[in-house]
């Protein structure tokens, strides 16, 4: 059965303090690896598609990588602004829907 | 160019009424998608059109639920009758193109609460 998990569900982080945040997933013909951003209220806003193992991609103080099982979403001296849950999701290949996890809801102290 | 949009983006209603949501895509986006998202739960998939067509409806959760998009633009999702199950924060999102690994992007959601 297709999951995806993420890790941790609450993070706490001093402004500066860089961490990693974590996305496991089994999923049988993966087509896509996806991160979004969703502040309160709002709709999630996307951040990085990653399609094969390897790969990696930067915007700003996030950096996101893939494996063969997870991805990680690195962020490098983070801001109060970078407050927000990160929601990881997958494409298969035979379907036009997202598989999500249940998200890591960040939170940056000034 | 324009986002998503949803409409209302909040709604109360008590147990047994209907209500209808309301959804359009970024202009030209054949693929839209309805997503639901309810109290301490992940984000699930309800259903795909693609333009008109109904693609998979394997996430709806039953029959009290009715999706249509009208000649492949907006869309419309109705709930009739509710019940309080239903809660949660309704999502739309939309795509260009059909092929695997397209970005989906997403609308402001609509928060409905039954009563």
């Known amino acids: 059965e297709d999951q995806v998990t993420q890790s941790p569900e609450a993070l706490r982080l001093q402004e500066g303090e860089s961490s990693s945040l974590n996305c496991s997933y089994t999923?049988?013909?993966?087509?896509?690896l996806f991160w979004y951003r969703q502040d309160p209220g709002k709709g999630p806003e996307f951040l990085f598609t990653?399609?094969?193992a390897g790969e990696e991609k930067e915007k700003e103080r996030l950096k996101a990588t893939l494996t063969k099982k997870e991805s990680f979403l690195h962020i490098t001296a983070p801001k109060p602004e970078d407050s927000a849950t990160y929601l990881c999701?997958?494409?298969?290949?035979?379907?036009?829907?997202?598989?999500f996890g249940q998200g890591t809801t960040l939170q940056v102290k000034p | 160019e324009a986002g998503v949009t949803q409409f209302p983006s909040h709604s109360v209603i008590e147990k047994g009424q209907t209500v209808t949501l309301r959804c359009d895509p970024i202009?030209?986006?054949?693929?839209l998608y309805w997503y639901r998202r309810v109290m301490g739960k992940e984000i699930k998939f309800l259903l795909h059109?693609?333009?008109?067509?109904?693609?998979?409806e394997s996430g709806m959760p039953n029959n009290r639920f009715l999706a249509e998009r009208t000649g492949g633009t907006y869309s419309t999702l109705k709930v009739q009758p509710a019940e309080l199950e239903d809660s949660g924060v309704y999502f739309c999102?939309?795509?260009?193109?059909?092929?695997?690994?397209?970005?989906?992007?997403f609308g402001p959601g609509t928060r409905l609460l039954v009563l």
């Open positions: 999102a939309s795509s260009p193109q059909v092929a695997g690994g397209e970005t989906q992007y």
């Open positions: 999923v049988s013909g993966l087509r896509g």
């Open positions: 990653l399609y094969s």
């Open positions: 999701a997958v494409h298969r290949g035979n379907t036009g829907k997202l598989i």
């Open positions: 202009s030209g986006h054949d693929n």
């Open positions: 059109f693609v333009k008109e067509s109904k693609q998979d």
